[in-house]
């Protein structure tokens, strides 16, 4: 019973590291292999290039762009833009946290600002 109690915890309250800074330095990006827009908003995206791990997040694959954010809307449309026009988007992480749609305990990059590059 203690078990299942501490599973149902655990999913109440995604695992956090406050840890941040920058994934890309300022000026460089990484590409977005592809994208996942969440029916509870939030967006996550696949990334490849050189990443930084400065928050120690257990998988830095996968980005996410909270739906809470201030500037959320600016940053997709940022995302979208770089997207569809092959840019490369600079990343700067505010903690690592589990993503509830995917499930489990890994953590992932949770981005706070991003510009887009060549």
Not at 75 to 86: D, G, I, P
Request: glycine fraction near 12%; proline fraction near 7%; hydrophobic fraction near 45%.
């Amino acid at each position: 019973m203690k078990r299942y109690f501490l599973i149902f915890l655990a999913i109440l309250f995604p695992v956090h590291s406050y840890a941040y800074g920058y994934l890309t330095p300022y000026g460089a990006g990484v590409t977005i292999s592809k994208y996942h827009v969440h029916g509870e908003g939030g967006v996550t995206l696949w990334v490849a290039g050189s990443l930084m791990n400065p928050g120690a997040c257990a998988d830095i694959s996968l980005v996410h762009i909270p739906p809470t954010l201030p500037g959320y809307k600016a940053m997709v449309a940022a995302v979208m833009e770089a997207y569809a026009l092959n840019k490369k988007i600079g990343l700067h992480q505010t903690n690592c946290s589990t993503i509830p749609f995917w499930g489990g305990t890994i953590t992932y990059p949770i981005i706070g600002n991003l510009w887009v590059t060549d």
